[in-house]
């Protein structure tokens, strides 16, 4: 039945709201038409599709515009023997993380952009988030929600990749599942590089599950 569902996910790499969309189509097992964003040089089928030009947008049967990423993973979610019962948005996780950790996680990687803020203060609270979602994971262990793990490990994993020597708490949990998730040979495939996409005219790149 899913093999008739066309869908085309506007994305880019490095993004963690498009992760989430490439995440969440890998693990559904749903083969879609990638289109890779130059974000300084939007195509216009994008900007026609969502006016927002954000990415992750997905594309469903050319009709059904998805441009919210958490919304990209709910839909998804709905195409499996999987479902999600609830909105992702929702999930108290997803919320602490929206209005806790994004925040302070962005004072923490672009302190230029935030003079005033005392960058040992912001630390703490970035650790003190960690500290907290790291007692959550221990009790989650194999039963945690695909799709809530989906929404969360994309945003978690930029202070992995941050190349500053962060010393963090002491949040095994975290570490290991973060570790586990970037190793596994599936998000190494999410994260492989494709071609810009800018028009009809260029060659579609096709993620094949
Ligand atoms: N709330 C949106 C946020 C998406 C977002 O901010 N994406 C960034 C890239 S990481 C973007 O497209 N920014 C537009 C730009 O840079 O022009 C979602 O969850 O989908």
Same mark, same amino acid.
């Given at each position: 039945m899913t093999e008739q569902i066309q869908l085309t996910l506007y994305s880019f790499r490095r993004c963690p709201y498009a992760m989430r969309a490439r995440m969440a189509l890998s693990y559904a097992k749903l083969s879609y038409t990638l289109r890779e964003v130059d974000l300084k040089n939007k195509p216009e089928a994008l900007l026609t599709a969502?006016? $927002?030009?954000?990415? /992750?947008v997905l594309i469903v049967n050319e009709t059904q515009i998805i441009d919210e990423s958490l919304d990209v993973v709910g839909w998804v979610s709905q195409?499996?023997?999987? /479902?999600?019962?609830?909105d992702v948005n929702k999930h108290v996780w997803v919320e602490k993380l929206h209005q806790k950790f994004i925040p302070t996680m962005h004072r923490y990687k672009y302190p230029e952009r935030y003079p005033e803020v005392d960058q040992a203060d912001n630390l703490k609270l970035v650790n003190d988030f960690l500290t907290s979602l790291d007692g959550w994971l221990e009790t989650q262990? $194999?039963?945690?929600n695909p799709w809530v793990e989906i929404a969360l490990f994309p945003l978690i994993r930029q202070l992995w990749i941050i190349d500053d020597g962060w010393t963090h708490a002491d949040i095994p949990n975290v570490t290991n599942w973060v570790e586990a998730i970037s190793q596994s040979d599936e998000f190494m495939r999410v994260m492989e590089k494709h071609a810009v996409w800018q028009s009809e005219a260029t060659e579609p790149v096709i993620i094949k599950f």
């Open positions: 969502s006016p $927002k030009g954000t990415v /992750p195409q499996t023997n999987q /479902p999600l019962d609830f262990q $194999k039963d945690m």
